[in-house]
């Protein structure tokens, strides 16, 4: 949940006290005769400037057990199952129970439902939340921010499923290298660090390419075509470019990205 708060002017609130989303340890309902309104030091905000609707109320067993099978079969089969399914997988008697289940499943947010051509079958997908939920995929809660204090809001703005979340410029056929050396420390590539490569890119002149030199082996270099011969060109004044013939040269890949993964726990 998020909660925002900000100097505002006070107001009411039709939300009463007892259903209020903010944590009772921020608000002072003895001192304030407003429902929904709450103050942290000088500050009051209220609910319904920022704040979005209260949680829904946990998963009950039963609609648990549902959307733990329909999530494991998506993931699995790529398909939702229906409702008779569901039923004889789970022991119910009746698939309209099933279909009640993913009624107020789609009504706190872990399905969503479309109709198929002519309005007639409802057909269920699941959502980020149910996703995020069964751990499928890495929830990406929006921003922190790294200078001065601020309000943080935290939403569920997006999730991680694979590498094209993070990179949306990943193709299928990329892959990654891991930087060895520090010869390109210049453009920013450190040892350690991922690199996504392109291998069916076509270079411009002073790319950062992944090259092999035949009968020397592969490195990571700036590349400049001249003629009969490549010009490999580090980042690193530590380090002599080399020219060699172009007929030895093989470009394995184009740079692409890069990810500076460290790791603190």
């Known amino acids: 949940m998020r909660l925002s708060v900000a100097g505002i002017t006070r107001g009411s609130c039709p939300l009463p006290c007892a259903v209020c989303p903010v944590p009772s340890v921020l608000r002072h309902s003895r001192t304030h005769k407003n429902p929904g309104v709450y103050e942290t030091g000088a500050r009051v905000a209220c609910i319904l400037r920022?704040?979005?609707?209260?949680?829904?109320p946990p998963l009950t067993s039963a609609q648990a057990r549902v959307l733990d099978y329909v999530t494991g079969v998506?993931?699995?089969?790529?398909?939702?199952?229906?409702?008779?399914?569901?039923?004889?997988?789970?022991?119910?008697?009746?698939?309209?129970?099933?279909?009640?289940?993913?009624?107020?499943?789609?009504?706190?947010?872990?399905l969503s439902v479309s109709r198929s051509e002519g309005g007639g079958w409802r057909r269920y997908h699941l959502t980020d939340r149910a996703r995020a939920r069964a751990g499928t995929v890495w929830p990406r809660l929006g921003r922190v921010p790294a200078g001065p204090l601020t309000d943080l809001e935290a939403d569920l703005?997006?999730?991680?499923?694979?590498?094209?979340?993070?990179?949306?410029?990943?193709?299928?056929?990329?892959?990654?290298?891991?930087?060895?050396?520090?010869?390109?420390?210049?453009a920013g590539l450190r040892p350690g660090m991922l690199l996504l490569m392109r291998p069916d890119a076509e270079p411009a002149p002073g790319e950062i390419c992944?090259?092999?030199?035949?009968?020397?082996?592969?490195?990571?270099k700036r590349v400049w075509p001249e003629g009969p011969e490549v010009r490999l060109v580090p980042e690193n004044p530590a380090y002599a470019e080399r020219r060699v013939p172009l007929e030895s040269v093989r470009i394995q890949g184009v740079l692409v990205a890069a990810l500076d993964v460290r790791r603190f726990r």
């Open 210 to 220: 992944a090259v092999w030199v035949d009968g020397e082996g592969g490195t990571l």
């Open 50 to 56: 920022d704040a979005p609707a209260p949680m829904p």
């Open 157 to 186: 703005d997006s999730v991680v499923a694979g590498v094209e979340d993070i990179l949306p410029g990943a193709r299928p056929g990329d892959y990654f290298l891991e930087v060895d050396g520090d010869s390109m420390e210049g």
């Open 74 to 110: 998506v993931v699995e089969r790529g398909s939702f199952p229906s409702g008779p399914r569901i039923a004889r997988n789970l022991g119910f008697r009746n698939p309209a129970t099933v279909y009640e289940h993913l009624e107020r499943l789609a009504a706190r947010g872990y």
